[in-house]
């Protein structure tokens, strides 16, 4: 082996660390040439996890090594949100999950890559492109098991779960999880329902809000907020509720 290529061998060493994914975009970047990689792959150096991925041989990956590699490798405008923020959080413990869902929210047209979709997580994978939110309100970065991931602050998570109800997520329990949400931050609440295109989203978070008389709703201006006109029938054979102009199912209204 060359002197040149021992050094890209130890290149390699240096980005293999463990739970970690290396992409064909850093290896090309770090002067690993395809040629190189399979030579690598056939001795047993790195493993692939799908055409363009690789990781240690033996090492086990878990959704935020993955997610990290689509966020800080590729450059995907891609960021972990919903449901799965709020647990990163810890306010997710009224849900009665009985498989944990990975919610990832990205611009419209942004496909994952298919080592991501078709690599076994060991949760069940949830991708909702979308443009109901900017992309540069309520995100932030957060290191979860030594791995910083983009993930949504638990104001902008919440409106991606109430964006998903009532079909991929329930209304019941997102108003269970909303009563925890007691700490949110006005300033960036305001902002994110003054930039939201959904209506349907912005009727639910502030029926909810109020239903949960949290204190920081006294500092949201609803005259700012443009809800809309007409009714949105959120759940058929459900509750009216007047106020807001929404049908929402009857076990939430009685609560």
Partial sequence: MTTQNKTKLKTLFELLKPNNVLTSKLLDENDISRH????????????????????KPGNNLDWHAGVNALQFQLNLNIHVGGLTALI???????????????????LLKTRLPKWFSDYNWNVELFHKPTSFLPESIGIKQLDVNGITIHVSTPERAILECLLLA???????????????LVNLKPKLVSELLMTCNSVKVKRLFLYM????????????????????????????NGMYISEYQITVPKELAEL
């Fill in 36 to 55: 190189l990689r399979r030579y690598y792959q056939d001795n047993g150096w790195i493993e692939s996890i799908g055409k363009g991925a690789y990781k």
């Fill in 88 to 106: 990163l959080y810890g306010l997710g413990h009224y849900l009665r999950l009985s498989q944990e869902t990975l919610y990832l929210f990205s």
């Fill in 166 to 180: 009532p079909n991929s997520a329930d209304l019941v329990e997102c108003y269970q999880v909303f009563e925890g």
């Fill in 209 to 236: 809000a109020k239903k949960a008389n949290h204190q920081w709703l006294q500092f949201i201006m609803p005259d700012k907020i443009n809800i809309g006109s007409g009714d949105r029938m959120i759940t058929k």
